[in-house]
Every structure is written in structure tokens, then in C-alpha cells.
């Protein structure tokens, strides 16, 4: 008895100290989610880069040569979407009141329902807001503030993002190197099997997600510009980044060139055949193409996937999302070097 009772007091010892782990560390992460999340973005574009560096690497291009090509690429592509939504967003300023006036026209019709003005519609959409227009966006100063403040903050992180990028790639080739040396070739064995299982899961993971949400907002970009629906390229654009987000990105970002299409031409008819066709391109590419294409992926349960979501997302918000498939990825791969943790990591598994 005395032994069964101490094995489970062990147990539930044992199962405490992890679950004060799980939160100390998301205490951890979420304290410091200044330095994560430019580290780990840092992380994700070194191995998207992976593909052309190793190209450079096989025509003889010199290290730091090699490292420069990458981040004036990785440069370029940040520049040319800045670029595209800096344009956009002044466009759809200038277009703001004419669909602020469609938007009113067709709220008032949906109003008239329930015998309530336009001007009380306005009054109650007003108080709804009122408590964002008391924290700091009451006035034009407050308002210049906040976006000032989110624009430098993006600036502090590209320039951390940046900066790990070169460190990493310099350090890229001689790591394992220098880790064999210091531990010898029996301990470091499993340590570099780990680290290629993991840089050649979330290498492909990148690559092949890459180029399915391109094909994605390629699709969405043509669908748009043919129906002649404003800022075609740039509801494109976002519908290939909101792609990274697991199950519910796509999805979100289909909404906004909806909702431009029926202010643009008040048509339902128009706006529903809009909406069906990116329903079907989101179906077709998220249903049959992607599942075939990717095969098992990182070998994640749609469950997990989901609740890695939710976590990533609670614990630092959009980029989390981002980043929450190829981190849990990297947390299963590394669950299974491990006795104690491989139970789990099967459990999350899509197997």
C-alpha cells in the first residue's frame, strides 16, 4: 500500500511540476514576445531562404556574398509589399467615402426592419466604439500616435529580424562543426539527426506552403481583376500571407474583397458570383489540392493544428498564428528524443 501510494503521489508531483513548466514558460514567451518573435520569423526566412542558398553555395559564391544576395532579397520582397499596400491604402482612403455611403444604404434597409433610423444606427455604432475612441484614438494626435507607434515598433522588429538572419547564416555551415567537436561524434550523433529531421520537415513545410498560397492568391488576384473589383492585387497579396495561418486565414482574408465588391457595385448577384468563386478556389486548393501536395506535412493532428492555433495566437497574437505549425512541429520532432515526452509526441501526431 505504502508503495502504491508513494508512486502516486510521484505522479501527481510529477504532473504538476510539468504543468508549472508549461506556464512558466508561456509566462516566458509572452514577456518576452519582443525578442521571439523577430527570432523566430529570423528562424523561418533562414530556412525559406535555404533553397536559393544552397544554389549560391554549389556556384562557388563566397560566404558573406552569399549572406548579403539573401538579405538584399529578403529586402526587396519587404520593400515591394510595403510598397503595395502603401499605395493601396492611400487609393482605398480616397474610395472610403463612397463605400462609407453604400455601407449606410444598405445598413438603413436592413434597419428599416426594426423601425430604426439611420442617424440611431450611426448613435449606436458610435456608442459601440466609444470605448476605443476613449484609449487614446479620441483625437488626431492620439490617433497619429498609435499608428506611429505601430509603424516604428514593425520597423524594431524587421531590423531585429534582420539582424538575426545575418548571425544565423554565418553561423549556418559551422555549427555542426563546432558542436561535433565539442561533444564528439557518439553525443552529437542524435543532436544533429534531430536538427536535420527538423530543418528538412519545416524546410518543406515552408517551401510547398509557399507555393500552394501563391497559387491561392494568384487565383484570387485573376478571379478579382477580371470582375474588375478594386485593389485586386492587393486582396491577393493578402490572401497568400493570411495562408500561413492554419484553417481560418484563407478564410478571413476572402472577406474584405467581398465586402469591396458589393459597396463597389451594389450588386448582389455580382458580389455573390465574387464570393462563390474564391469559396471554390479556398475548396478546391485548401481540400484537394493542398492535402495531396503536402501528404502528411509536419505530421500534426488537425486537432492540434487548431489548438496550437488558439495558444500561438493567445500568446502573441497575429504572428503567432503564423508561427504556430512550425513550432509545434519543432516541439513534437524534439518531444521524440525523449523517453519521458514520446508518448505525448505521438498523441499530437497525425499518425
Partial sequence: ???????????????????????????????L???????????????????????????????????????????????MLGKLITVNIGAFQEQLPAYETKFWEYAGHVLA?????????????????SNFKQKRLASLGGLVQSLSGSFFTFLGNLMWVLLFMVFFLAEREAFAQRLVRILGDDRAAPVLET?????????QYLGLKTMISLLTGASVTVVLWLFGVDFALLWGTLVFIMNFIPTIGSIIATVPPIAVTLFQYGSISKTLMVAALLIVIQVIV??????KVMGRGLNLSPLVVLLALMFWGWVWGIPGMLLSVPLTAVIRIAMEQFDSTRTVAALISSK
Avoid at 40 to 53: E, K, N, R, S, T
Avoid at 117 to 128: N, P, V
Avoid at 195 to 203: A, I, K
Fill in 1 to 31: 500500500m505504502e508503495s502504491s501510494s508513494a508512486n502516486s503521489n510521484f505522479k501527481i508531483t510529477n504532473a504538476a511540476s510539468w504543468l508549472l513548466l508549461l506556464v512558466l514558460l508561456t509566462v516566458i514567451l509572452e514577456t
Fill in 33 to 79: 514576445s519582443f525578442l521571439f518573435i523577430p527570432l523566430f520569423f529570423a528562424i523561418l526566412a533562414c530556412y525559406a531562404m535555404g533553397i536559393p542558398l544552397d544554389y549560391l553555395k554549389r556556384l562557388k559564391v563566397p560566404g558573406f556574398l552569399r549572406i548579403f544576395v539573401i538579405i538584399a532579397i529578403v529586402m526587396i520582397v519587404i520593400f
Fill in 113 to 129: 426592419y426594426f423601425d430604426i433610423s439611420q442617424e440611431q444606427g450611426k448613435e449606436m455604432l458610435d456608442s459601440f466604439f
Fill in 195 to 203: 536538427m536535420t529531421r527538423v530543418n528538412q520537415s519545416v524546410q
Fill in 286 to 291: 485548401g481540400n484537394i489540392i493542398e492535402p
